[in-house]
Antibody, heavy 116, light 113 residues
Framework: EVQLVESGGGLVKPGGSLRLTCTGS????????MDWVRQAPGRGLEWVSD????????HYADSVKGRFTISRDNAKNSLYLQMNSLRPEDTAVYYC?????????WGQGTLVTVSS | DIVMTQSPDSLAVSLGERATINCKSS????????????LAWYQQKPGQPPKLLIY???TRESGVPDRFSGSGSGTDFTLTISTLLADDVAVYYC?????????FGQGTKLEIK
């Protein structure tokens, strides 16, 4: 059974930093591109970033470019999102997802709240 | 960026009836080299992550009931639930994965009439 588990969310002040982790099991993690998607409270889905299977190709949404950094460690079956210079509008549940065809499997999400 | 627009924003359908949700992209999401439509549909229930229902615009994910079907190509797509069950109450999103930034529609909230 494929499982993705996010961790690292929490309450942070504006301008602060957080590092999210997504750990996968039940799949060949190193074979697939991975993504971060977020959902602000009561809102729709917003794609944040993706990283290729090898880690060589990365893309970001304009809303996070220059502030967030995606990375992965295939030996640890882990995906990361380093979030710096956080803003109140970054408050959301952050999901990791795996790309097999589309976004085939999602984690349960981790809540990030940016507030003073 | 490709803008995805769903209609309607909300929909109330009687149990056993058909539900239809539309999705329009601001540019084609059909890749000419393989003729595949890079369009997916997701179902999200309260407090849960999205669940992939349909990919390549019309291919059902494993385990998804056959009352769910997808159609369309180019810029116009449709998700149809042929016979609505109470368990289908959810928000439905379309998504293009043709190019980054991958973009989602705003969501359609499906309720029971």
């Amino acid at each position: 059974e494929v499982q993705l588990v996010e961790s690292g969310g929490g309450l942070v002040k504006p301008g602060g930093s957080l590092r999210l982790t997504c750990t996968g099991s039940g799949l060949s993690f190193r074979s697939y591109n991975m993504d971060w998607v977020r959902q602000a409270p009561g809102r729709g889905l917003e794609w944040v970033s993706d990283i290729s299977a090898s880690g060589s190709t990365i893309h970001y949404a304009d809303s996070v470019k220059g502030r967030f950094t995606i990375s992965r460690d295939n030996a640890k079956n882990s995906l990361y999102l380093q979030m710096n210079s956080l803003r109140p509008e970054d408050t959301a549940v952050y999901y990791c997802a795996i790309e097999m065809t589309a976004f085939d499997f999602w984690g349960q999400g981790t809540l990030v709240t940016v507030s003073s | 960026d490709i803008v995805m627009t769903q209609s309607p924003d909300s929909l109330a359908v009687s149990l056993g009836e058909r539900a239809t949700i539309n999705c329009k992209s601001s540019q084609s999401v059909t890749y000419s080299s393989n003729n595949k439509n890079y369009l997916a549909w997701y179902q999200q229930k309260p407090g849960q992550p999205p669940k992939l229902l349909i990919y390549w615009s019309s291919t059902r994910e494993s385990g998804v009931p056959d009352r769910f079907s997808g159609s369309g190509s180019g810029t116009d797509f449709t998700l149809t639930i042929s016979t609505l069950l109470a368990d289908d109450v959810a928000v439905y999103y379309c998504q293009q994965y043709y190019n980054t930034p991958y973009t989602f529609g705003q969501g359609t909230k499906l309720e029971i009439k």
